[in-house]
């Protein structure tokens, strides 16, 4: 059994686009908070990188074909921190 | 058990609730560790949580492109994956080119 994200060997997305090199490596401000906030999450261990992967890959189908890398991040973020009361659904809202 | 560059293995089939480092694409599959890695967290513990995870051994496997997509793989071409040892059996089948010696 595998889930949404396991797609290596699937039809049907078209080449893979390698962007150019940008300084910072990030198209949007908030998604250079996100990354902050996965590395201070995980250098403190409040979780590991394995638990916020395995709420990414637990996405709904849908919602996970259609987020783009750093919004998977985010609800992988917020899933593990709400499991452990850190957060509530909506505190990131204003990344 | 564990195996040295040049082993061949085949990589288990189970069915995968957790998050694992094993695509879907590569299980059932043969391959030949190419290279023997350090422990690391098993990925399905350490995704679910547990306080503190079990180390592995991790393992470079390489796989044929025939043995994974089959006839319209490039000819020659191979695909490298880091798997953990408890994803891992010895494979004891014959090699692609193998044969039995009948002669006896």
Not at chain 1, 33 to 48: E, G, Q, S, Y
Not at chain 1, 58 to 84: C, I, N
Not at chain 2, 23 to 47: K, L
Request: aromatic fraction near 8%; charged fraction near 25%; glycine fraction near 10%.
């Amino acid at each position: 059994m595998s889930r949404i994200h396991d797609v290596g060997g699937m039809h049907g997305f078209g080449p893979v686009t390698v962007e150019p090199e940008q300084t910072p490596p990030f198209d949007h401000l908030w998604e250079m908070r996100v990354f902050a906030l996965m590395k201070v999450v995980i250098d403190r261990r409040v979780c590991t990188l394995d638990e916020v992967r395995h709420a990414i890959e637990r996405m709904d189908p849908s919602d996970y074909l259609g987020a783009s890398y750093y919004e998977r991040w985010v609800a992988g973020l917020e899933a593990v921190l709400v499991s452990k009361g850190l957060v509530v659904p909506g505190d990131f809202e204003e990344l | 058990m564990t195996f040295s560059v040049g082993d061949r293995v085949l990589t288990v089939v189970d069915n995968i609730t957790g998050h694992s480092r094993l695509p879907r694409y590569a299980r059932g599959r043969r391959g030949v560790i190419e290279a023997v890695h350090g422990t690391y967290s098993v990925p399905e513990e350490a995704g679910a949580g547990v306080n503190k995870p079990r180390a592995g051994r991790v393992y470079t496997v390489t796989f044929s492109s025939a043995e994974l997509w089959g006839h319209p793989a490039e000819p020659g071409s191979s695909v490298r994956l880091d798997i953990w040892q408890h994803q891992l059996q010895a494979d004891e089948t014959m090699p692609p080119g193998g044969h039995h010696d009948d002669s006896a």
